[in-house]
């Protein structure tokens, strides 16, 4: 059967091809009685307007774009969720884009797919950031911190967490520590390792002399490598802080497969407090981070550039250290 037009519904409801992009579009120039004609014209042929038409003659899409490395895990659960709901609450709709390689990211940022951009990207570079702020295509980061014309950041203190967290290991005593990293180029991991450098050199001792494994925040990553690293230290470290939740878990697993105690004879922490950080056991101890926050601060900065604001925010979220089970002094 032959696709109905926005003429065809015209022709029944007997008014103006404008009339009847009015009525649809909620255009307020038409009679409430027209308006219903319309609509009721449009309901009996199964009428569907053209949307990327008026996309193009609106230059809007009302959708915003969230683009990340992975939308996997109990971290990102929270961060989409918080975001779609945000969105929906304000009448736009969103994608989740995960693209295969770097070009096919910039496409999409910058060919107006989308009118807006929520980044949670590691392929995105600097020279990336300038090419967007000279598109002005409204942008929040949410991985690392820049600002502009039309764009903002709302990031997580990750280096000051990380200072936190290793001073509160070494107040339990420890003295040999060892940091489960997460990807290479990922800021946070960076900040985090950062803080965890700087708290082990004020307390006098030697950060080059701290293992650090590769748990690429994910439990079974950091499953093997701490599994592997006790199997073969002489003198291994008596606490890990790891780059996020999962690799902790992950840490406690290696930990008691090799049938040590967590917290007994080997502390573990964590970032993030996802929710099962609670439930696990030993209880996670944790930083928590203000995910969901971030997402909902995300979309109310991005709409607010989208409809003329400049933009140029750079927001720095604070955590909270979350102690409980995992974590205990040091007995060596």
């Known amino acids: 059967m032959k696709k109905k ?10 008014v103006s091809i404008s009339t009847v992009s009015n009525a649809l579009n909620g255009v307020n120039v038409v009679t409430p009685e027209t308006k219903q004609r319309v609509l009721k014209a449009a309901a009996e042929l199964n009428y569907v307007p053209n949307l990327m038409g008026k996309q193009l003659r609106s230059g809007e899409t009302k959708m915003l774009g969230f683009f990340t490395d992975s939308v996997s895990g109990p971290y990102f659960y929270v961060l989409v969720e918080a975001i779609s709901r945000a969105v929906a609450k304000l009448g736009y709709g969103m994608q989740v884009i995960v693209p295969s390689d770097h070009k096919t990211l910039m496409n999409n940022i910058l060919g107006n797919v989308v009118d807006g951009a929520i980044i949670f990207e590691h392929m995105i570079n600097d020279d990336d950031i ?3 702020l000279m598109h002005s295509v409204p942008t929040v980061l949410l991985d690392r911190p820049a600002h502009g014309p039309k764009m903002s950041s709302f990031i997580f203190n990750s280096q000051a ?3 936190e967290a290793t001073k509160y290991l070494l107040n339990l005593g420890h003295r040999r520590l060892g940091f489960l990293a997460g990807y290479e180029n990922n800021h946070d991991s960076h900040l985090r390792y950062a803080g965890f450098k700087q708290a082990i050199e004020e307390a006098g001792l030697n950060s080059d002399e701290m293992p650090v494994l590769s748990g690429l925040f994910e439990e079974e990553a950091s499953y093997n490598a701490v599994k592997s690293y006790l199997h073969y230290a002489d003198e291994p470290a008596t606490a890990f802080l790891a780059g ?4 902790a878990i992950g840490a406690m697993k290696a930990i008691v497969s090799l049938g040590y105690k967590v917290a007994e004879d080997f502390s573990v922490m964590g970032f ?10 030993p209880a996670l101890t944790t930083v928590r981070n203000p995910i969901a926050r971030q997402g909902i601060l995300a979309v109310d900065e991005l709409l607010a550039m989208i ?7 750079e927001q720095v979220l604070d955590g909270e250290l979350v102690i409980r089970d995992s974590t205990g002094f040091a007995k060596r």
């Open 5 to 14: 037009t926005i003429k065809d519904v015209a022709e029944l409801a007997n």
């Open 130 to 132: 300038q090419q967007i």
């Open 161 to 163: 967490e990380g200072y």
């Open 244 to 247: 996020n939740d999962l690799s």
């Open 272 to 281: 993030d407090d996802i929710e099962i950080s609670q439930y696990f056991r």
């Open 307 to 313: 409809n003329g604001r400049v933009g140029g925010t």
